[in-house]
């Protein structure tokens, strides 16, 4: 069967409260966009804490200080200094921004925040190249009729990769007012995406959007997407909404376009989300595999439309018990609940999969036979972790775990040898043997700290959204540390 990987709708916040329960949830379909003007964030926020505009204002400032520090004598080292400690407290600004005030989790969810192009431009670019190292994935640049070329001045700006960029525009403001194909051959230089926000208050089953038929003779066999962002007007039902994304998803694959619902609630992102999806199940569910952070398979069960609402209205894992025939909320009986991080479906559109932290007071086991997964224990570093786990708490006297659990010194010192050792090593099985060393040190450092695999997972899903990069150079003196260390040990 030949892979035809359907659009799959996900939220924009353009009002509503961003970090209430019911609409942080909504993330769970693993990407989300954000006007930060107009929506507020309303819990996880101190009474006397500043408002979300506030906040967002506060980056914006910091940003604008950035760009007003001249770096471009390298000599000047005070000045280099004073704009990466701009730098550095607006990313923080703005890490605290999206996962607080929020309530976004962006080493998951792709966040796309909406930025004016005015404060794109007296930012000269940080505050976009701020965002993107805060966690977003995207960048959207607002365009008001009439501003393609300052739009584009303010891509140019940004220094930042096209594929982070996406032009958004009003449905029946023109985009392109003169010549398509030139006005088009500017945009597919500095944009990778394209967004029409769309009022509708009724289904359609053909689009017959002038929008839409120009992106799609224009960017023909360029690599240039399109996002539909649906606002609904009235009362529409449900089903209008499902028909309407059903059709926009088949316009579009998840290689050429997207679907976004303006402030949806959980029924209708679930459904509209249902829509997109397809089973040659007579009963109508979709096969789900169930997997952690790591994409460790934990086990196979079965969604519905209903489990998939469920799902998304408590960000936790629902799915549907055949054997029942009703929801099944993971851990209301056993207290192993589990916290949803996304939901995807497969090439196919046929199958789903969700990515859930594991819980459980007693263990954290996702099987009824109290394993972590229905296929037994797992092995490697996740053994190792769950081993570790169990001795930080019953670990034998006199054990090395014990010792190195109990010696803060001497776990310093064989992270430091180990991580030597494996630098010196050259063959194949010695790199291997060495870094299994250095392995198990770190996971006793991690397991004492109360830090997880999946937690490290988190921390590199987070930079591979960053656009600025260090240098990477060794610090002196942490090798000259580390050689004091060494030093000690050999006398």
């Known amino acids: 069967m030949a892979c035809v990987h359907h659009s799959l709708p996900y939220p924009t916040f353009l009002h509503a409260h961003t970090a209430t329960s019911a609409a942080r949830a909504l993330s769970g379909v693993g990407r989300v966009r954000i006007h930060p003007l107009t929506c507020p ?8 804490g500043p408002s979300p505009l506030v906040e967002y204002e506060r980056i914006v400032e910091r940003n604008v200080q950035q760009s007003r520090v001249d770096d471009s004598d390298k000599s000047n080292k005070e000045n280099a200094k004073l704009r990466k400690r701009y730098m550095k407290e607006g990313v923080a600004m703005a890490q605290r921004y999206l996962a607080q005030t929020l309530g976004l989790d962006v080493s998951v969810a792709s966040v796309e925040i909406v930025l004016s192009i005015d404060s794109v431009l007296k930012t000269d670019g940080c505050l976009a190249s701020c965002f993107l190292d805060a966690g977003c994935s995207h960048i959207v640049v607002r365009v008001k009729g009439g501003e393609v070329a300052k739009a584009l001045e303010a891509c140019d700006v940004t220094r ?14 023109r985009l392109f007012p003169e010549s398509v194909q030139s006005q088009m051959a500017a945009i597919e230089e500095r944009v990778g995406t394209l967004s029409i926000q769309h009022t509708t208050p009724v289904a359609s089953e053909k689009l017959e959007w002038e929008e839409l038929k120009t992106w799609k003779q ?13 606002s609904f007007a009235g009362d529409v039902s449900i089903d209008d909404l499902s028909a309407t994304v059903q059709s926009i998803s088949k316009v579009f694959d998840e290689d050429t376009g997207a679907i976004s619902l303006v402030d949806p609630t959980a029924t209708q992102l679930g459904m509209s989300y249902a829509a997109c999806l397809k089973t040659d199940r007579a009963d109508g569910f979709y096969p789900t595999i169930v997997v952690t952070r790591s994409n460790e398979a934990l086990g196979l069960v079965y969604s519905s439309k209903e489990s998939i609402i469920a799902a998304l209205e408590c960000g936790r894992g629902v799915y549907w018990s055949r054997s029942r025939g009703g929801l099944w909320r993971k851990g209301d009986t056993s207290g192993r609940h589990q916290t949803l991080h996304k939901i995807d479906a497969d090439c ?30 797992p092995n490697g570093i996740r053994h190792l972790e769950q081993t570790l786990a169990r001795r930080l708490v019953d670990a034998p006297a006199g054990s090395y775990t014990k010792r190195l659990f109990d010696d803060d010194e001497l776990l310093r010192d064989k992270l430091v040898e180990e991580a030597q050792e494996l630098s010196e090593a050259e063959s194949r099985q010695h790199v291997a043997e060495e870094l299994a060393d250095v392995l198990y040190f770190a996971m006793v450092k991690a397991t004492k700290a109360g830090v997880s695999i999946d937690d490290a997972v988190v921390e590199l899903d987070k930079r591979s959204k960053k656009v600025t990069r260090r240098k990477g150079d060794s610090k002196a003196f942490r090798i000259e540390a580390g050689k004091q260390i060494l030093g000690e040990k050999k006398s």
């Open 348 to 377: 196919d559109g046929d199958a789903l999969r969700f990515m859930v932290t594991q819980h459980g007071e007693d263990r954290k086991a996702f099987c009824h036979l109290d394993t972590l997964s229905c296929w037994g224990e």
């Open 218 to 230: 224009s960017s023909k066999g360029k690599d240039l997407r399109c996002i539909v962002q649906l």
């Open 41 to 48: 964030g309303a819990e996880g926020r101190s009474a006397d």
């Open 160 to 173: 930042v990769p096209r594929e982070r960029l996406i032009l958004q525009w009003k449905s029946g403001e």
